[in-house]
């Protein structure tokens, strides 16, 4: 399986003078998707010739299928001469980043979204800059005509098309694609809901595999907003260069790169709820400093128990914690956000200290790897009166129930009773 697909197909139609949605560009999708449909099977037919087709392959079914009769001539005659290389050949992903990257065309079949807008970029160190982000054919249009040349009707972002112009051209694309297609059809929020049914249905009668609808919401919001743009004719519509159209999207930055062995050290944690002990690997990355300085920073965490009951919730924070030190800045709030947590059932005494939770007892283990490694300053503590006995907690409640969730679970002859339903961990 493969998934050969376009990207920036909106531009093409603004370089072309088309409007989205428009009778043209739903003839020009149809005929430049049916080129790459074409080409692509011919190629996978070509491959088939020189490796063999895939291995459940069916000539006399495949040759009856839509997609191949829909072949031009000489590519069917090469399909059944030879077979085909791929189950799946064409297909239209998402292609967001990819899109950023390749000089920031729009976004595989979807319109543009903005011609003008901000984004708010995380930097490795922790800092934020501020990036003017254009379109493609947006900033061709200036350099050719000038910054104040009235924009043509071709110029319409997503806010300006009705949900049918996007069905449209999905459906145009779907003849071609023998996959998925990833497309968000836009709808504004005060669409009545026959009208937001109609677009599943026409969906449907024009022969889309599936259709995705986004209408925002008070509750939910949405992905990406811009400022309001006072509508004006067609050929008066300017984008705003300054100011308007500025989404607030975070993009994050790449993950630092791992070494192939990296220093750390294994912490073991006795949690009297458990009968295993939990192991705490944190390993950390050497990074040079200003006066040719190393410093050690935290960059994996690895949480280890023979106690099953912790392996899903161990394995998601391992995996979150590791995910947030090796984007790097600032880290030490997860120390903090760890030891805020507490067990309804309450904590336990450790070292001279009440501990509300387990993983607040993770998280102190990370803090004091943290200063150990002079990542954090030690925490200042203020002496207290020779003999002096630690504040004792309230009488802790018995234990919430996990089928009834009633604070009457008992431990009793080496098992978790409840009193109140009866559940049994034993049973």
Not at 218 to 231: C, D, N, Q, S
Request: charged fraction near 25%; proline fraction near 8%.
């Amino acid at each position: 399986r493969i998934g050969l697909g376009v990207t920036g197909l909106a531009d093409a139609f603004i370089q072309c003078g088309v409007r989205y949605g428009s009778e043209e560009s739903v003839r020009l999708t149809d005929e430049w998707l049916a080129t790459l449909k074409n080409a692509a099977y011919l190629a996978s037919a070509e491959l088939a010739a020189e490796k063999g087709s895939f291995p459940l392959y069916d000539a006399a079914a495949y040759r009856e299928r839509p997609m191949i009769r829909s072949l031009d001539p000489a590519v069917r005659e090469a399909v059944e001469r030879c077979g085909l290389r791929n189950a799946l050949v064409t297909s239209i992903a998402p292609t967001g980043t990819i899109s950023l990257f390749a000089d920031n065309v729009s976004s595989g079949i979807e319109p543009v979204f903005a011609y003008s807008y901000s984004r708010n970029v995380l930097l490795a160190n922790g800092s934020r800059t501020t990036e003017r982000m254009t379109d493609y054919a947006y900033r061709l249009y200036r350099e050719a005509f000038g910054p104040d040349a009235p924009l043509s009707d071709a110029f319409v972002d997503v806010g300006g098309l009705r949900p049918e112009d996007h069905v449209r051209i999905q459906a145009a694309a779907q003849k071609h694609i023998d996959s998925s297609i990833s497309k968000t059809i836009n709808c504004p929020p005060d669409l009545p809901f026959e009208a937001f049914k109609d677009v599943y249905a026409q969906a449907y009668a024009l022969g889309c595999k599936g259709c995705t609808t986004y209408r925002p919401n008070e509750i939910t919001g949405a992905v990406l907003e811009t400022a309001a743009v006072p509508t004006v004719r067609p050929e008066a519509r300017r984008v705003p260069t300054d100011g308007e159209g500025d989404g607030d999207v975070v993009y994050m930055t790449e993950p630092l790169e791992r070494p192939q062995s990296l220093p750390g050290r294994t912490y073991k944690l006795r949690w009297p709820d458990s009968d295993h002990a939990i192991y705490v690997t944190i390993n950390d990355i050497v990074q040079d400093a200003p006066g040719d300085r190393k410093i050690r920073r935290p960059f994996e965490v690895f949480i280890n128990s023979k106690n099953m009951e912790h392996y899903a919730w161990t394995v998601a924070l391992t995996r979150m914690i590791s995910a947030v030190f090796r984007r790097g800045g600032d880290v030490a709030f997860v120390v903090e956000e760890l030891k805020a947590v507490f067990d309804p059932r309450g904590g336990h005494w450790m070292e001279g200290r009440y501990v509300p939770s387990l993983l607040a007892a993770i998280g102190g283990i990370i803090e004091q790897h943290m200063i150990e490694i002079g990542f954090l300053a030690p925490p200042e503590t203020a002496p207290g009166p020779a003999g002096a006995r630690p504040e004792l907690p309230p009488t802790r409640p018995l234990r919430g129930c996990p089928r009834c969730g009633q604070p009457t679970l008992i431990h009793s002859e080496g098992c978790d009773l409840c009193t109140a339903c009866g559940y049994s961990k034993c049973s």
